[in-house]
């Protein structure tokens, strides 16, 4: 049997419509549409064309439902111009494709969003046939907003959690992603699936949603109960390492006992257009060094990197490069004080 080699990333995918306004209206008023356009979201989505423009030299592959509709051949049409397999991209009649309205004020930045669930709210464990993969690594995105993969069923299973046991059973690495929206079941959902994810993406938010510590003071970020957060999760059941970011940088906290700090670039202001995806944009590079069996500080170092390349444009990928290129620029920028600093002197 051949060794496995590449990315299957399964759930969310979104297509965004950005639109430009002169004015965010009253309610019964108009406003202009000056611009419009529209980008990839949603966690695989985002993580699948970030690899494919920072150059990953490992196949790449998309799972999920998208609509009989145009956003579902836009999806299509611009997965394949990344190089991105879509036999996975199942069109759906019963939903539209997800999608999201974002309105911007021109003049302040202003955003708001109108989020439709549409085919990603009806995914489910079914949908997910790993038959036709020899990825090495399967990643699922995002629980909390996949709302049939998150139903917690009677036995406290859920279809996200059988999905990555699914996974690890045919041989791949899991990796999976939470969303920041409140939601009461959040530990059951993450109970029914962490015990079946070797590597866990989290952010602060949704790490105090899940532990229920406080990791953020008015001092900012308090590390060492960063790291205490990590551990819990590591006790909830993640099989072989929590990733947990945040603005200032990033770490992990691993099953042997190892902990690994990366600080964040200095990213000049006027670089930085929107934040948008820079979650993804970090768990891309995380995974990038994963997948090519770097260890964890370099693997940090370009989840990092890629994270601070992505704030250059507005949509989520638009401002990707090649992995050595995110590398070098990030370290021309340089990065903020050391992490391990900051959690000695917090002590």
Known sequence: MPDRHGLLAAGNFIIDHVKIIDAY??????????????????GPYNVLKDLAKMDAPFPLEAI??????????????????????TWGLKRCDAAATSYTDAMTVASGGQRTFFHHRGA?????????????????????????LLDAMDVVH???????????????????HTAADFV?????????????????????????????????????TPDGLDVPLAQ??????????????VVLHFQEGALTATRE?????????????????????????FAAGVLYGLHEDWD??????????????SLGAGPPSDAMVPGQACLDQARAWGFRPSLEEDASSQK
């Open 25 to 42: 209206p009253a309610p019964e008023m108009l406003a202009n549409i000056g611009s419009q356009s529209s980008s990839n979201g949603g």
């Open 64 to 85: 999920g439902l998208i609509g009989n509709d145009a956003d579902g051949t836009w999806i299509m049409e611009d997965c394949a111009r990344h190089g991105i397999a």
């Open 120 to 144: 990603n709210a009806v995914l489910c464990e079914q949908d997910i046939d790993l038959s036709a993969s020899r990825s090495k690594w399967f990643y699922l995105g995002y629980l909390l």
């Open 154 to 172: 009677e036995d406290g299973t859920t279809d996200a959690g059988k999905a990555l046991r699914k996974a690890k059973a045919a041989g791949f």
């Open 180 to 216: 920041s929206v409140p939601d009461d079941r959040v530990e059951a959902i993450a109970k029914a699936s962490l015990p079946h994810i070797d590597v866990l993406f989290i952010n602060e938010i949704e790490a105090e949603m899940v532990t229920g510590l406080k990791l953020r």
């Open 228 to 241: 205490q957060a990590a551990k819990i999760l590591l006790e909830l059941g993640v099989q072989r390492a």
């Open 257 to 281: 006992g190892e902990v690994f700090h990366q600080a964040s670039a200095q990213v000049p202001q006027d670089h930085i257009v929107g934040s948008t995806g820079a979650g993804d944009a």
């Open 296 to 309: 964890w500080p370099d693997s940090l170092e370009l989840g990092v990197a890629a994270a601070a390349i």
